[in-house]
């Protein structure tokens, strides 16, 4: 593997950083070299959240070029719009399809784009599109919470997954608490099954 | 006040599993954040103490060892500031032990003071300072570039590029402080501390804490008889550390090439971005990396100057390399031309740089052309952009906060000046609260409240939360006792030094060794401090906090009025952790869709779809200031019946 770069956007409280840090240590497990980005302290609070993997022998810095993102793995519509620049023009964008609105447009009397819309413009940057319904796989699960380990689930069942689903098994047991484990892994199949079955919107 | 108790138990629950850093089996590799990578190096260095007070980018490395220092057998604690955790590290050190304190970059102009003499007093143990820098600002008032606190004070600075080196720095940082008796700075930015990447673990050292105090005034006592002997010690002792910096293993040539056209000299993250951006435009360069970024490696820097015709320097914010790269060139390479950020600027020296940032500069300096058409994906990216609304830091839904500075602005309104601090609240400047009309640094609140008061006239409001009082509010505050100031001093104590991460300070009951400890109560210091005016309110009594503030109002002095309540995240990972269920706000048909609260107060919880106003109940927790400011009573909470 030359370099596989995944973009993860979303909103603070999302669950971004944990889904970024299975994916690195997933890789880590499997022998690669890996770098992470996240974003702490004022950034995270309730505004837009980026993180960045990046696998590869060579990779060293810690943020993606724009244009050349192989995964977009957008966490909230709008903030999966935001993060579009870094993705390649063969990129795949999983998206879920649960929306926070931000507090400008009810401020400012705004609606919320429509889904057409959403997707019509991430198909300027990439036809690959999958919207997931990660939010109610999530409930389904057992925790709204775990939409992060739905759309890597998601992403496992396409191509494009850098790494295997043992080693994210292995990840989500190291660095998720045993109580909320079998949610997690709940979630993952379900993220999985999702795709694999074709239930993906659009 | 409600759940007051909550603070006792804290958070130390929140703290993630770190016991992965625990473990001693050397040539394990691991994927680490690079604050963690520190931590790991602290145990791996045998420090036995080490001190901080929590600022973005540096919380994790306290929080870390907080979480595991008593396995570790490390003291640890949140100090009340920067400048009391490097006193206390550095009497540590002074007795031999080795000591580590962290902090974020402006938190090194809070420890400066002391910083700048013990540098002439030195050290006996091993003493590091983490400086952790913030290019762009994510979560910091400026971005100021602390390399040059090196070239102050005359320590020695060491600076990673990346999770590995922070760990081995750490190291290497404490025996050069033992080699030289000097303190040594190691200074992360943003990228290198949040960034997550493999370290292979080396053997752990068991800390030693039992130190031993040598009386000897002549070193220790910076009177100006001993302190004048004491400067030529230091700059000799720089003289030793340039030997150090010559052939230390972080100075190295990575990349020689047989053109002789170009040398790049890079340190930190701008050597990451460098490496990729020269090997995107297909650069055959020489790679000079830098990790002992003070003293230089003159020498080395020099042969590497003679060796190319031209040489880029490649770093982050201040051209802090490039000034002493010219400086050396005038000695020793007077005809090699060097492009960076000076004389003409092919790199910005603000913000943070990235791989496309420094593949332009090095294709103009190159006179090559850039493989991606950025500008295509710029254009094609603005027309998205162009109707995307913004999704900035905001107050969190049920934070305590929105409804202090709501019933404040309610009650003195838009011509009083609201002076606000370092922390959450500061995020109420925004529409539609506006409750922030300046903001510099830590307990700076207070003191311009005064200034402010004293020539308006008006009604002054200085805002300041509760670790940030104990930091740095009480001299500001005593200043308003003394003088007379006629200002309100509204300590918005939500039990927790919440933007970094829900760490203890004093008030709180709780020490970073998870050992409770008698809480210092905010309103008893207003009350010692000589402040005759001193409140207690909870801010969601927003009738009782009305007339409290009316009283403040009507004195001719300065008042302190506490608004105690809990970080809303903490009570919701307190209720998640039980299991309880969290409620949420609910609207009735009374509404009339009249947006006051959606207007008032700017709750992310509370949303509006096709023109109707909705909750959004992954967010709520049921705080109930929406009920309190409904004109229809057209919310209904049950957690308030």
């Known amino acids: ?202 | 006040m409600r759940d007051e108790k909550l603070s006792l138990k804290l958070g130390r629950s929140l703290l993630p599993n770190l016991n992965v850093l625990l473990k001693d089996s050397p040539g394990k590799r691991v994927l680490l954040l690079g604050n963690e990578a520190i931590a790991r190096g602290i145990l791996e260095a045998g420090i036995g103490i080490v001190t901080t007070y929590p600022g973005t980018p540096a919380s994790e490395i306290g929080d870390s060892i907080s979480a595991i220092a008593r396995d570790a057998g490390i003291y640890m604690e949140y100090s009340t500031n920067e400048i009391v955790a490097v006193e206390v590290a550095g009497g540590a050190a002074n007795c031999g032990v080795r000591a580590l304190a962290a902090m974020k970059h402006v938190g090194l102009n809070v420890a400066s003071d002391f910083v700048m003499t013990l540098a002439y007093a030195g050290v006996r143990g091993g003493f590091v300072i983490v400086t952790a820098d913030d290019p762009e600002c994510y979560s910091s008032q400026n971005e100021q570039d602390n390399r040059f606190y090196a070239l102050l004070s005359n320590l020695p600075c060491l600076e990673p590029s990346d999770s590995q080196e922070a760990k081995d720095m750490t190291i290497s940082a404490i025996e050069i402080s033992e080699k030289l008796e000097l303190p040594v700075l190691l200074r992360t930015t943003t990228r290198v501390s949040h960034t997550r990447g493999p370290v292979t673990y080396g053997r752990l050292v068991k800390p030693n804490l039992k130190g031993e105090f040598i009386k000897d005034v002549k070193r220790l006592v910076m009177v100006p008889a001993n302190s004048r002997p004491k400067h030529p010690v230091l700059l000799r002792s720089v003289e030793k550390a340039k030997e150090i910096s010559e052939s230390s293993p972080y100075n190295r040539v990575v990349r020689e090439a047989k053109d002789r056209e170009f040398g790049i000299i890079s340190s930190s993250s701008a050597y990451n971005y460098m490496v990729e951006a020269a090997d995107l435009l297909g650069l055959n360069v020489g790679i000079l990396k830098l990790g002992m970024t003070h003293p230089l490696p003159e020498k080395m820097i020099a042969k590497f100057l003679r060796k190319y015709e031209k040489i880029v320097v490649v770093e982050e914010l201040e051209p802090y390399l490039e000034m002493q790269i010219k400086a050396i060139a005038k000695d020793y390479a007077s005809d090699v031309d060097v492009y960076g950020k000076m004389s003409k600027q092919y790199f910005p020296r603000e913000g943070e740089l990235s791989t496309r940032m420094v593949a332009m500069g090095l294709a103009k300096i190159t006179s090559r052309e850039l493989p991606v058409n950025f500008g295509k994906v710029d254009e094609k990216f603005a027309e998205v952009a162009r109707t995307l609304p913004a999704r900035p830091p905001i107050l969190c839904a049920g934070c305590p906060h929105r409804a202090s500075l709501y019933v404040m602005k309610k009650v003195a309104g838009e011509e009083a000046v609201y002076s606000t601090d370092i922390g959450c609240y500061a995020l109420g400047c925004a529409p539609p609260l506006r409750a922030g009309d300046m903001m510099t640094c830590m307990g700076a609140s207070i003191g311009t409240t005064e200034g402010i008061s004293k020539v308006i006239g008006e009604n002054t409001f200085a805002i300041i939360g509760d670790s940030t009082f104990f930091h740095a509010g009480i001299p500001g505050l005593i200043n308003a006792v003394y003088n007379n100031h006629k200002v309100i001093v509204a300590v918005l104590d939500n039990l927790a030094t919440a933007m970094t991460g829900h760490q203890p300070h004093p008030g709180t009951g709780m020490t970073g060794m998870h050992t409770p400890s008698e809480r210092i109560l905010i309103e008893k210091v207003a009350e010692g401090c000589g402040v005759k005016y001193v409140r207690v309110v909870d801010p969601f009594k927003i009738k009782e906090a009305e007339a409290v503030l009316k009283e403040a109002l009507a004195r001719s002095g300065p008042s302190v009025i506490v608004f105690r309540a809990p970080c809303a995240l903490m009570v919701v990972r307190e209720k998640r952790r039980k299991g309880a269920e969290v409620v949420v706000c609910k609207i009735t048909d009374k509404c009339t869709n009249c947006l006051a609260c959606v207007k008032l107060l700017g709750c992310p919880a509370l949303i509006v779809e096709d023109g109707k106003v909705e909750i959004n109940e992954a967010l709520c927790v049921a705080c109930g200031l929406c009920v309190s400011v409904c004109p229809c009573n057209a919310i209904e909470c049950a957690e308030m019946d």
Do not use: W
């Not at chain 1, 070299?33 to 990046?54: C, D, F, K, P, T």
């Open chain 1, 1 to 202: 593997m030359k370099e596989f770069n995944i973009v993860l956007a979303g909103v603070g409280g999302q669950g971004i950083l944990l889904a970024a840090e299975v994916l690195g240590t997933a890789a880590i497990k499997e022998g690669l070299n890996v770098r992470v980005s996240e974003l702490h302290g004022m950034a995270q609070r309730g505004g837009a959240v980026v993180s960045n993997v990046r696998i590869g022998e060579k990779v060293l810095a810690a943020t993606v070029l724009e244009g050349h993102a192989d995964v977009l793995l957008g966490f909230e519509p709008l903030e999966t719009l935001r993060s579009l620049k870094f993705a390649s023009e063969k990129a795949l964008v999983i998206m879920s399809d649960e929306k926070i609105p931000p507090t400008e447009l009810a401020a400012k009397m705004m609606k919320y784009p429509s889904m057409e819309e959403i997707v019509e413009k991430i198909h300027r940057f990439t036809k690959d599109v999958i919207i997931v319904e990660a939010a109610k796989l999530a409930k389904k699960a057992g925790n709204i919470l775990a939409q992060n380990i739905v759309l890597i689930g998601a992403l496992a069942a396409t191509e494009k997954m850098p790494v295997k689903t043992e080693s994210v098994m292995e990840a989500l047991r190291e660095l998720v608490p045993p109580k909320h484990l079998d949610i997690n892994v709940k979630a993952f199949k379900l993220g999985y099954e999702c795709v694999k079955k074709g239930k993906t919107k659009f």
